[in-house]
């Protein structure tokens, strides 16, 4: 674990989220600032040069970790970005990967945490999934989504 640690320290992220401990001394992040968060850290796992997204599925009510996601090619893929033109990279969406992952047969209520907002062609998988009752983004993409998300009844916020 010692290079590993070595490793992270290198890049940053051990130091950044460390330093994320002191802002937060004298309170808990609330759940929001934690689902973010992990959304956040996912979406360093793409290797979209353009655009890092990343994705986390979690129950309703908190308590439990359903599904993650990021951007990128199927498992052995080549990585590469098809297209530098927006919709046209060729990976798989974070919200799909993380749709993917998810058990089916899980039937209760989740939330679906989000650093960019759906694509249309999500925001209809997510409408078919019909158990993810809220969708959380940081950045917004695409107004049309969002309209069929709200449109079919699941809570829409941006955080």
Not at 12 to 19: E, F, H, Q, R
Not at 77 to 83: A, L, P, Q, Y
Request: proline share 2%; net charge positive; aromatic share 6%.
């Amino acid at each position: 674990m010692g290079n590993k640690r070595r490793v992270l320290e290198k890049s940053g992220i051990v130091t950044a989220l460390s330093d994320l401990r002191g802002v937060f001394k004298e309170r808990r992040l609330s759940f929001d600032e934690k689902w973010m968060c992990h959304a956040l850290v996912n979406s360093l796992r793409s290797s979209d040069p353009k655009r890092k997204v990343g994705c986390i599925i979690v129950s309703l009510d908190n308590k439990r970790t359903i599904s993650q996601g990021y951007n990128g090619d199927e498992p052995g893929g080549s990585n590469k970005r098809k297209s530098l033109e927006t919709g046209e990279s060729g990976f798989l969406h974070a919200e799909e990967n993380a749709l993917i992952m998810s058990d089916g047969t899980d039937q209760s209520d989740k939330k679906l945490y989000t650093t960019l907002s759906p694509c249309y062609t999500c925001a209809q998988r997510i409408v078919l999934n019909s158990t993810i009752k809220e969708v959380i983004y940081l950045e917004s993409y695409d107004e049309l989504a969002l309209k069929l998300l709200k449109k079919n009844g699941i809570r829409v916020r941006k955080w």
